[in-house]
């Protein structure tokens, strides 16, 4: 499975962007999931779609701000991003779970296997 992240780019604060990730095959992970890493932090989770049933699930940080969707026709998950801050900044990641991750680690980064390889979103004050 590759997955291919595109969308981040330079915004000011309170604007918005939509990241996109396009995943090569239809896969059986449980979970989609977005996570970020800002220069100098521990890689962060984001949110999830889960793959049954389309449940969405996002961090305190973000929650009321960023939404997480999908297109299965199109094998691509979505993050629009609003209301964006400048401690978004970071590198974000799209990232496929095993169809074995249960719901109790599907905000667990080592619950991920399959990784793209980021899409730098820059939010200036």
């Known amino acids: 499975v590759q997955l291919q992240a595109s969308g981040g780019g330079l915004v000011q604060a309170g604007g918005s962007l939509r990241l996109s990730c396009v995943v090569s095959?239809?896969?059986?992970?449980?979970?989609l999931g977005w996570f970020r890493r800002a220069p100098g932090k521990e890689r962060e989770f984001v949110g999830y779609i889960r793959r049954r049933g389309g449940n969405t699930i996002y961090a305190d940080s973000v929650k009321g701000r960023f939404t997480i969707s999908r297109d299965d026709a199109k094998n691509t998950i979505y993050l629009q991003m609003n209301s964006l801050k400048p401690e978004d900044t970071a590198n974000y990641y799209c990232?496929?779970?095993?169809?074995?991750?249960?719901?109790?680690?599907?905000?667990?980064?080592?619950?991920?296997?399959?990784w793209g390889p980021g899409t730098q979103v820059t939010v200036s004050s």
């Open positions: 095959e239809r896969t059986s992970g449980n979970y």
């Open positions: 990232a496929v779970s095993r169809s074995t991750t249960i719901l109790s680690e599907a905000r667990n980064p080592d619950s991920y296997p399959y």
